[in-house]
């Protein structure tokens, strides 16, 4: 499928009243649909420069703007991240200690956010959690 296609279907998906406009509200959404990752600051300030509703061809000059597909981080790159915090280098990070990072450190997750990430990842008896196991179930996702 083409890039155009997919950022056509995509919008017409979120223009619900069939207007040939959609909401600003749902430009993050909008985004990540189209296979983008802006951070809650980036939607905030695009939101700012745009109408509070988008034509296909703003959304269009929104999508392609400079840095708009930026590429994944890597797996390595998470999990130095994480070996920061842990000290003895066991592969492990306390429950308590990852949602505090994940709720404090650079884009904050609320409890919510993080509970769901929390879901599918083992907890040992220690209640700690192998941070490699953990970075590469939320990359797959």
Excluded: C, W
């Amino acid at each position: 499928m083409s890039d155009t296609k997919a950022y056509k279907d995509a919008f017409a998906l979120f223009d619900k009243k069939g207007t040939g406009k959609v909401s600003s509200e749902h430009l993050g959404d909008l985004l990540r649909a189209v296979g983008q990752n802006p951070t809650l600051q980036e939607i905030s300030e695009l939101q700012e420069s745009v109408p509070s509703e988008l034509n296909y061809e703003q959304f269009l000059n929104v999508v392609n703007r400079e840095g708009g597909f930026k590429k994944a981080g890597q797996p390595e790159d998470y999990i130095k991240a994480f070996q920061i915090f842990d000290k003895n280098l066991t592969g492990f990070i306390g429950v308590g200690e990852l949602k505090y990072i994940l709720t404090s450190v650079g884009e904050k997750l609320n409890e919510n956010e993080v509970d769901e990430l929390l879901k599918g990842v083992n907890v040992t008896d220690e209640q700690t959690v192998d941070y490699v196991e953990f970075v590469k179930s939320i990359l797959a996702q």
